[in-house]
T-cell receptor, first 117, second 108 residues
Framework: EPEVTQTPSHQVTQMGQEVILRCVPISNHLYFYWYRQILGQKVEFLVSFYNNEISEKSEIFDDQFSVERPDGSNFTLKIRSTKLEDSAMYFC???????????????FGNGTRLTVT | GQNIDQPTEMTATEGAIVQINCTYQTSGFNGLFWYQQHAGEAPTFLSYNVLDGLEEKGRFSSFLSRSKGYSYLLLKELQMKDSASYLCAVKGYNKLIFGAGTRLAVHP
């Protein structure tokens, strides 16, 4: 079964550094998402992306965050200047034709655990 | 705004049935999804409801009442591997908003 893949599985970085989290969504999917989950807390929406642009973003997704689809397969989340409170599991997700509007479920990758020291 | 409530923790016995409730108050509602999440892993899709009523999928069933802002996930014939968090997620226009999840512990 096709799956969403994320790299790296674990990233450790120092406060103030830039990180790029990488995702390869399922190949025929058109809608892409980033969520994060701080340890012990709920899964929080960050941003949705369709047709090479951001569809919606949450209050968490401020100017330090950006997303890009640099080619036909990758979808990246960049955090420009990391803070301690950015430490979390970051999940990429994708969904197919019609997206959630067609009740297609989100398929999640296994996540990147980001630790900011 | 969005408010999604689930019990924090539940325990059950192997072979039994457990019902996990979810209540929601949202500004826009387009359906409700249930996901399972094992510790340290990604959420995996279980079921969704758009219309009122019961949806059955093997050992898992999900129920929705839109007028009451209420859903439940029913797990039958519990197995030890069902020990996980169960996440209720409300669908907005094109995103899912998750509740905090219910941590289920299944005991022998």
């Amino acid at each position: 079964e096709p799956e969403v893949t994320q790299t790296p599985s674990h990233q450790v970085t120092q406060m103030g550094q830039e990180v790029i989290l990488r995702c390869v969504p399922i190949s025929n999917h058109l809608y892409f998402y980033w969520y994060r989950q701080i340890l012990g807390q709920k899964v929080e929406f960050l941003v949705s992306f369709y047709n090479n642009e951001i569809s919606e973003k949450s209050e968490i997704f401020d100017d330090q965050f950006s997303v890009e689809r640099p080619d036909g397969s990758n979808f990246t989340l960049k955090i420009r200047s990391t803070k301690l409170e950015d430490s979390a599991m970051y999940f990429c997700a994708s969904t197919g034709t019609g997206g959630l509007l067609n009740n297609s479920p989100l398929h999640f990758g296994n996540g990147t655990r980001l630790t900011v020291t | 705004g969005q408010n999604i409530d689930q019990p924090t923790e539940m325990t059950a016995t192997e072979g039994a049935i457990v019902q996990i409730n979810c209540t929601y108050q949202t500004s826009g509602f387009n359906g409700l999804f249930w996901y399972q999440q094992h510790a340290g892993e990604a959420p995996t899709f279980l079921s969704y409801n758009v219309l009122d009523g019961l949806e059955e999928k093997g050992r898992f069933s999900s129920f929705l009442s839109r007028s009451k802002g209420y859903s439940y996930l029913l797990l039958k014939e519990l197995q030890m591997k069902d020990s996980a968090s169960y996440l209720c997620a409300v669908k907005g226009y094109n995103k899912l908003i998750f509740g905090a999840g219910t941590r289920l512990a299944v005991h022998p």
